[in-house]
C-alpha cells in the first residue's frame, strides 16, 4: 500500500510519554479535521500540483505542503540511505489514520522498529498490536467529525490540546465511560501560550494526569 508522506525525518520525540526518546518521524500529507490552532496547516491538502520525487520529502517541509508516495518497502530503504539511528517511528501528520496502517506498522515492526502513531482519534486506528496509539481528541472542529470510540479504546496515551476551561470540561465528558485502565492521560498547552501553560498544571495536579510540554519547541528543534 502507498501512503503519500510530506516529511520524513530524525529528532527527539518532543511530546508525551515518549519525551526525550529518539524517533524517525514520518509525516503523512491530508487532513480534514480544521483545527484552528494547527502548527502543520500545510499538511492539510493533499493537491495534486504538490507531488514531488520521493527523494525531495526525506528532509522537513516547513510550509510547503509537497508530498510523495511510499509504500512500506522504499520507506524503509529511505530510513538506509538517510543513515539514521533512531529506532521509534513515529507516524504524524496530516491525520496519519486517513489510512490503513497494519501493512506499514508491521512492516517497520518486523524491521526491529517500535511504532507509534499521533492521531486525532476522528477515525478508526488500524494498526499493529504493538504499536503505541496517542490519541490527541479533536472535539467540535470545523471539520464536524467526532471522536471515534474504537481510537479512545485503543489509544495508550490520551493526550489533549488545552487552552481554556472549556477544553477541560470537553475532555471531562469526552472520558465519561472510557476504562482508562492502562491508559496516560496528559494536557499539552496549546502554542506554548503562558495561560494555557498554567491551566495545565493546575488540571493536571488537580486531576493527577500528566503534563506534555512540546519541548521540540522550547528547544527550536524539528
Ligand atoms: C499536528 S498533529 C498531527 C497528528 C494528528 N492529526 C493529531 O492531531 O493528533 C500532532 C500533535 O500536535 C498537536 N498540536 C498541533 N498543533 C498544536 C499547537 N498549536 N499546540 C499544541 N499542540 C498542537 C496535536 O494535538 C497532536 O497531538
Ligand atoms: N520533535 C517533535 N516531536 C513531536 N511529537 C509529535 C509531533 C507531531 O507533529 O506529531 C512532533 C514534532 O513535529 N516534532
Ligand atoms: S487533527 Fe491534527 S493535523 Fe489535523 S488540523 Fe488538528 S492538529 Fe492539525
Ligand atoms: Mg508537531
Same mark, same amino acid.
Not at 514520518?26 to 487532513?31: A, E, K, P
Not at 525531495?56 to 510523495?68: I, N
Not at 522504499?74 to 530510513?79: E, P, V
Given at each position: 500500500m502507498q501512503y503519500p508522506i510530506n516529511e520524513v525525518f530524525e529528532t527527539i520525540q518532543g511530546e508525551g510519554v515518549n519525551t526525550g526518546l529518539p524517533a524517525i518521524f514520518v509525516r503523512l500529507q491530508g487532513c480534514?479535521?480544521?483545527?484552528?490552532?494547527?502548527?502543520?496547516?500545510?499538511?492539510w491538502e493533499q493537491t495534486p500540483e504538490n507531488e514531488v520525487p520521493?527523494?525531495?520529502?526525506?528532509?522537513?517541509?516547513?510550509?510547503?505542503g509537497r508530498w510523495a508516495w511510499y509504500d512500506a518497502e522504499t520507506l524503509l530503504q529511505a530510513f538506509q540511505q538517510k543513515s539514521f539511528s533512531a529506532k521509534h517511528v513515529v507516524l504524524t501528520g496530516?491525520?496519519?489514520?486517513?489510512? $490503513? =496502517?497494519v501493512e506499514l506498522t508491521n512492516s517497520l515492526n518486523h524491521a526491529g522498529y517500535t511504532t507509534q502513531i499521533e492521531t486525532s482519534g476522528t477515525f478508526e486506528v488500524k494498526c499493529s498490536q504493538s504499536t503505541w496509539v496517542t490519541v490527541s481528541p479533536k472535539i467540535?472542529?470545523?471539520?464536524?467529525l467526532n471522536v471515534q470510540s474504537q481510537a479512545l479504546a485503543r489509544a495508550n496515551e490520551i493526550k489533549h490540546p488545552v487552552a481554556t476551561q472549556r477544553h477541560i470540561e470537553q475532555l471531562e465528558s469526552l472520558l465519561?465511560?472510557? $476504562? =482508562?485502565?492502562g491508559k496516560v492521560v496528559c494536557l499539552q498547552p496549546i502554542s506554548q501560550k503562558p495561560n494555557a501553560t498554567a491551566l495545565a498544571i493546575k488540571e493536571c495536579i488537580a486531576h493527577n494526569w500528566r503534563l506534555s510540554v512540546q519541548t521540540h519547541k522550547y528547544l527550536q528543534i524539528d
Amino acid at each position: 500500500m502507498q501512503y503519500p508522506i510530506n516529511e520524513v525525518f530524525e529528532t527527539i520525540q518532543g511530546e508525551g510519554v515518549n519525551t526525550g526518546l529518539p524517533a524517525i518521524f514520518v509525516r503523512l500529507q491530508g487532513c480534514p479535521v480544521g483545527c484552528p490552532w494547527c502548527d502543520t496547516r500545510h499538511t492539510w491538502e493533499q493537491t495534486p500540483e504538490n507531488e514531488v520525487p520521493a527523494e525531495q520529502v526525506l528532509q522537513t517541509d516547513g510550509q510547503l505542503g509537497r508530498w510523495a508516495w511510499y509504500d512500506a518497502e522504499t520507506l524503509l530503504q529511505a530510513f538506509q540511505q538517510k543513515s539514521f539511528s533512531a529506532k521509534h517511528v513515529v507516524l504524524t501528520g496530516g491525520e496519519p489514520c486517513l489510512f $490503513d =496502517l497494519v501493512e506499514l506498522t508491521n512492516s517497520l515492526n518486523h524491521a526491529g522498529y517500535t511504532t507509534q502513531i499521533e492521531t486525532s482519534g476522528t477515525f478508526e486506528v488500524k494498526c499493529s498490536q504493538s504499536t503505541w496509539v496517542t490519541v490527541s481528541p479533536k472535539i467540535g472542529m470545523k471539520g464536524g467529525l467526532n471522536v471515534q470510540s474504537q481510537a479512545l479504546a485503543r489509544a495508550n496515551e490520551i493526550k489533549h490540546p488545552v487552552a481554556t476551561q472549556r477544553h477541560i470540561e470537553q475532555l471531562e465528558s469526552l472520558l465519561e465511560g472510557v $476504562d =482508562l485502565t492502562g491508559k496516560v492521560v496528559c494536557l499539552q498547552p496549546i502554542s506554548q501560550k503562558p495561560n494555557a501553560t498554567a491551566l495545565a498544571i493546575k488540571e493536571c495536579i488537580a486531576h493527577n494526569w500528566r503534563l506534555s510540554v512540546q519541548t521540540h519547541k522550547y528547544l527550536q528543534i524539528d
